[in-house]
């Protein structure tokens, strides 16, 4: 049986990829497909949290039982929907692959090819950082969570880059995948590491999304028992 280590908690959890629109039928996106996300709420309403998932562009994944689940499809409407309910939650997983850019401007009409074979140039704006934003506008206590996909193989590079990730966006706790060549992105497993602020570093073994998540709400749990020690 599960634990019901998170009865009584309220959490968080942005799932998915976001897409950011250029005409009204073309968008930016990402790989993301919402598994890791969902599977993290799911396992937290399993041992007992309320949660809240903001789901950016998931309508492929079954509602996981239990969970209240807010239907998003760009990043600023991601922002809004985690924004409204970060203040209510003791944790905020940030598992969603949000857009850094998106397009400048939306072209009111779809862009259409001319007879010259130029192409248009896009212009991108920055997205904002919504978990360093959560984290600078935190309540007292929340955990906050945070993902990176890294690219590259070489495990030291990854993990130096992720550390200095840590250290910029505030978070207490970073999940670090290794991202391409089929891994992470859309399959079922995943692994990666688990590094916390205060230094401490655990290797996920290559296992499935159900088991980095209990993993994930492990660690959530025990800073939650000892507040005051970040
Ligand atoms: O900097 P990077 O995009 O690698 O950071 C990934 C983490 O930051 C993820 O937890 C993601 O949900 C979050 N993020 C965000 N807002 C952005 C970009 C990323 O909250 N604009």
């Not at 634990?3 to 930016?28: F, H, N, Q």
Request: one cysteine or more; glycine letters at 10%; charged letters at 25%.
């Amino acid at each position: 049986a599960l634990p019901r280590d998170l009865e009584g908690r309220r959490v968080v959890v942005s799932a998915g990829g976001t897409r950011e629109p250029l005409d009204p039928v073309r968008y930016l996106g990402n790989r993301s497909s919402g598994k890791q996300g969902y599977a993290l709420a799911r396992v937290a309403a399993q041992r007992g949290a309320t949660v809240t998932l903001v789901g950016a562009n998931t309508s492929e994944l079954p509602d996981p039982a239990g969970v209240e689940v807010v239907p998003v499809s760009t990043a600023e409407q991601l922002a809004a929907a985690v924004r409204d309910a970060a203040p209510a939650a003791d944790a905020v997983v940030m598992a969603a692959a949000v857009a850094d850019f998106r397009p400048a401007t939306l072209a009111e009409h779809k862009i259409k090819k001319t007879d010259d074979m130029s192409a248009p140039t896009v212009p991108l704006t920055r997205n904002p950082d919504i978990l360093a934003g959560l984290v600078a506008s935190r309540p007292k206590d929340q955990i906050v969570v945070g993902f990176a996909a890294e690219t590259g193989d070489e495990r030291g590079s990854v993990l130096d880059h992720a550390r200095t990730k840590l250290k910029r966006k505030g978070c207490d706790l970073l999940v670090v995948n290794a991202v391409g060549e089929g891994k992470a992105f859309g399959t079922d497993d995943n692994t990666g590491w688990l590094l916390s602020q205060q230094g401490l570093q655990w290797r996920i073994p290559l296992g499935s999304k159900s088991r980095l998540a209990a993993t994930v709400w492990d660690a959530v749990g025990e800073l939650m028992r000892q507040p005051g020690q970040r």
